[in-house]
């Protein structure tokens, strides 16, 4: 099995679930429909494949990206998705990037977005392809549309292309332009190709229907005029394709037999057809031809997916950059501590359906925990400290206590935690008035100093502003814990703690949700049958007016002196308060910075 796919270690992962995916995958295997073969269509039109050898695999997918931000949650559904049939049928799947608008994209994108998918545990090998890899093959396939009558430059302007564009209950109306010849159309087009034109001066459409009742039939644009420098192809261009004409020739040069893509491109999915048909037909391209299919993204709550807000909250400075652990791209789940495998057990839980739907955070959390709790080496901090004084403790005595490193995995054995007449504690486990049930440090109250002694406690210390400063207490020396009779004393409170001799100060950062509700910038979901994520605007009232003023909190906290020498990424469980991670960016030797990947419970679901 390839270690992509194997299930996080200890935790249960369920059987693949049946969808209507793998039905058509299994279907299609099965009358071999996508037999092996090499890269098709016209000899040379694909030069960057030229001398490719025939691909064995049995179906092929894709994971195409813009690189015009970092990947986020969302987006590790879809590499899972498509990485993980791959590996399921024998496949292969490539890593594309969708690169036609230049204004937009940057080298940095492309680097962060290499680096998350192959964190996530998935390699594409050789298969690294970019759209701009075929600019010359899709400006061929513009001309032999142009020829063919399939394809016209028009030259109203964006204002007026919109007004003769109907409506979803009115037909469009035709360009005055529409019916130039193909001579005329062919010699603009090549004078966009030359900069000789202002951008927006003409566009090129393809010729299909302005009556279609779908609207994305109406004579769509398929290039435009740009006159920007691109990131790999320099000054080349002074034309580029539109997205949605590109993406299916860049799925039927590389034979893609699946082209898995969410809901909002399903009403692209006839013009991905037409197109793709009309170049089959002239010989531009080999048959089969690739398949779209879509399936529902991912809609979770309490964050936001858009890219265009992702990037206002970089740019506003809300967070500290797209790689800020509050942030849900890949780059900031990473950095708070969240794993690939809790990614992976995730996109497994939630599976494929083809309705939108709604995810509740808490289930990623809870993937999360399921794989932390296996993996995460157990240390103590005291993150609210108060001091503990044990007044009948011997002042200069020391001696070590045995913690195991992880209570279900004794083979990872024990360590040693000094212990001390002075202890750091949680100052919320001592009250002077105690609440109902409550069972920890309270004037004449027993607990067990956990891995240590039983104490009793007799008072505390308070400064002039009535603070506690100190809390005391005197030990058993009859009751440590391992020893013969320890556990003579019954107790009910069970506290940590840490010698204040030997623990070591920290900067601790306490990150929670970034935003306070589950659907920022509205009191509910969408309406039925809008889908979620699509709309942009028009809120119900500001997003940002519903950032979580409590989405971080630093404090200096202190730590077992082993933790001092935590590698950056290295996860640990602090016992009682959650999952943390060494800071990949601030942590330094015998200086960590620690981020709270996610708390032992869900404290959101009350």
């Not at 249960?12 to 793998?22: G, L, Y």
């Not at 990037?97 to 545990?121: H, M, R």
């Not at 020739?249 to 006839?270: G, K, N, V, W, Y």
């Not at 195991?404 to 001390?420: D, I, M, S, T, Y």
Request: proline share 7%; net charge neutral.
């Amino acid at each position: 099995m390839n270690e992509a796919r194997k299930p996080p270690s200890g935790a249960r992962r369920p059987p693949a679930q049946s969808n209507f995916i793998r039905t058509s995958i299994e279907a299609d295997l099965a009358s071999g429909k996508h037999a092996a073969r090499g890269w098709g269509g016209r000899p040379g039109a694909a030069a960057v494949h030229a001398g490719a050898a025939p691909d064995p695999a049995r179906i092929r997918t894709r994971f195409p990206p813009e690189p015009n931000g970092y990947l986020h949650i969302g987006h590790a559904k879809s590499i899972c998705l498509n990485f993980g049939l791959a590996l399921e049928y024998g496949g292969a799947c490539h890593m594309r990037f969708d690169d036609t608008n230049p204004e937009k994209e940057e080298q940095e994108y492309v680097d962060s977005i290499v680096e998350a998918v192959k964190w996530l545990g998935f390699d594409w090998g050789t298969r690294l392809y970019y759209a701009s890899d075929y600019f010359d093959f899709m400006y061929e396939a513009a001309e032999y549309l142009i020829g063919a009558k399939h394809a016209y430059v028009d030259s109203l302007s964006a204002e007026q292309m919109r007004a003769l564009r109907g409506t979803l209950t009115e037909p469009g109306k035709v360009s005055p332009y529409r019916d130039r010849t193909a001579d005329e159309n062919l010699k603009l087009f090549r004078q966009m190709r030359d900069g000789k034109f202002a951008e927006g001066e003409h566009v090129l459409r393809a010729k299909i229907d302005m009556a279609s009742p779908n609207i994305n039939l109406r004579d769509p644009a398929i290039y435009r005029v740009r006159k920007a420098a691109h990131h790999r192809t320099g000054d080349k261009w002074c034309v580029y394709p539109m997205y949605t004409y590109a993406h299916p020739i860049e799925d039927a040069l590389e034979r893609i037999t699946h082209s898995l893509c969410t809901l909002e491109f399903e009403d692209q999915r006839p013009f991905y057809d037409w197109l793709l048909e009309r170049l089959a037909d002239g010989g531009m391209l080999a048959r089969p031809l690739p398949q779209q299919i879509e399936f529902a993204r991912l809609n979770l709550t309490y964050v936001v997916l858009s890219k265009r807000k992702l990037i206002q909250l970089v740019a506003e400075g809300h967070v500290g950059g797209w790689d800020d652990p509050r942030m849900p791209t890949l780059a900031g789940a990473r950095r708070r501590g969240y794993t690939a495998e809790g990614f992976r057990l995730f996109a497994e839980r939630i599976g494929v359906a083809k309705a939108d739907s709604w995810i509740e955070y808490s289930m990623l959390e809870e993937c999360m925990r399921d794989v932390l709790n296996e993996s995460a080496q157990r240390r103590i901090a005291v993150l609210d400290p108060v001091r503990l004084v044990i007044d009948n403790y011997p002042a200069q005595r020391e001696e070590e206590c045995r913690a195991p490193n992880h209570p279900q995995k004794p083979e990872l054995g024990r360590r040693a935690v000094p212990f001390a007449r002075e202890l750091w504690i949680e100052r919320e486990d001592f009250t002077e008035s105690p609440p109902k049930g409550y069972f920890r440090l309270f004037p004449g109250n027993k607990v067990r100093l956990r891995y240590g002694y039983v104490v009793e406690c007799t008072g505390c210390e308070k400064n002039a502003q009535g603070h506690v400063i100190a809390v005391h207490c005197n030990y058993d020396p009859d009751t440590r814990s391992g020893t013969p009779g320890a556990d003579k004393v019954k107790v009910k409170g069970n506290i940590h703690w840490l010698s204040a001799r030997h623990a070591h100060p920290a900067e601790v950062r306490l990150y929670d949700r970034l935003f306070k509700v589950p659907y920022p910038g509205r009191s509910s979901p969408l309406p039925a049958g809008e889908r979620p994520g699509v709309r942009e605007d028009g809120d119900e009232h500001s997003w940002l007016g519903d950032l979580n003023p409590d989405s971080k909190r630093i404090i200096t906290a202190y730590l077992e002196s082993s933790l001092c020498d935590a590698a950056p990424e290295e996860r640990f469980q602090f016992e009682r308060h959650g999952y943390f991670v060494a800071d990949r960016v601030d942590s330094k030797r015998r200086a960590p910075v620690f981020n709270r990947a996610v708390t032992l419970r869900d404290s959101w679901t009350k």
